[in-house]
Nanobody
Framework: VQLQASRGGSVQAGGSLRLSCAGSGRNFGSYFMGWFRQAPGREREFASGITWNGGVTYYADSVKGRFTISRDNAQNTVYLQMNSLKPEDTAVYYC????????????????WGQGTEVTVSS
């Protein structure tokens, strides 16, 4: 599957952004989907994940209660709604797909989107 993330953006602290990631090809609904992020000078880290049918979601502690992941398999798209954004949320965000229950494990993802930049100013 090929993944194409939407354009990110720049917001002030406390603002909101929604990222989307569209998948091409068949069987999008058979993939576990994740969102990762990488801040300058830091390693890529897990932000959120969602199971194949959207029944279970996972969040890093740093985003829990502020970010919401969802998916629409009919549209081959996964979303990340980001609210109450903080300057420390500034990063390049990546969507990823796995045939396994990959959750936080970067190496278990098989496909990656190109990354989209999110900047949160104070």
């Amino acid at each position: 599957v090929q993944l194409q993330a939407s354009r990110g953006g720049s917001v002030q602290a406390g603002g909101s952004l929604r990222l989307s990631c569209a998948g091409s090809g068949r069987n999008f609904g058979s993939y576990f989907m994740g969102w990762f992020r990488q801040a300058p000078g830091r390693e890529r880290e897990f932000a959120s994940g969602i199971t194949w049918n959207g029944g279970v979601t996972y969040y890093a502690d740093s985003v829990k209660g502020r970010f919401t992941i969802s998916r629409d398999n009919a549209q081959n798209t996964v979303y990340l709604q980001m609210n109450s954004l903080k300057p420390e949320d500034t990063a390049v965000y990546y969507c990823a797909a796995s045939i396994n229950l990959a959750r936080i494990t970067t190496g278990m993802y098989h496909y990656w989107g190109q990354g989209t930049e999110v900047t949160v100013s104070s």
